[in-house]
Nanobody
């Protein structure tokens, strides 16, 4: 059974940076896709970034050039480095997992099976 735990959220001013961490247990090494999503209130969950087994990445247009997703070879950890944060980035951020070699496009919640509990990011102007 896959379990995901996010951390690293917090409150920052616009222009600041945060790094979110997603630690996965039960993830099969060499066969995974990890995605980051965000959600505001009852709105639809939005795909932010994803990384596949071969470290191929994809980003939402709204975060390209500002966010970087990467994998650390310790405890199946995936990071989301967020720079130049904007108030519109305020949301609860979730990481998600799919047991497959490749990620599917677009970055959609329907392609992921396992979810973390979320971490809050608040960006003030």
């Amino acid at each position: 059974q896959v379990q995901l735990v996010e951390s690293g959220g917090g409150s920052v001013q616009a222009g600041g940076s945060l790094t979110l961490s997603c630690v996965g247990t039960g993830v099969i090494d060499g066969k995974f896709c990890i995605g980051w999503f965000r959600q505001v209130g009852g709105k639809e969950r939005e795909g932010v970034a994803q990384i596949g087994t071969y470290r191929n990445t994809r980003y939402a247009d709204s975060v390209k050039g500002r966010f970087t997703i990467s994998r650390v070879n310790v405890n199946n950890t995936v990071l989301l480095q967020m720079n130049n944060l904007k108030p519109d980035d305020t949301a609860t951020y979730y990481c998600a997992h799919r047991s497959s070699i490749y990620c599917y496009d677009p970055i959609s919640p329907r392609y992921f099976d396992d979810w973390g509990q979320g971490t809050q990011v608040t960006v003030s102007s």
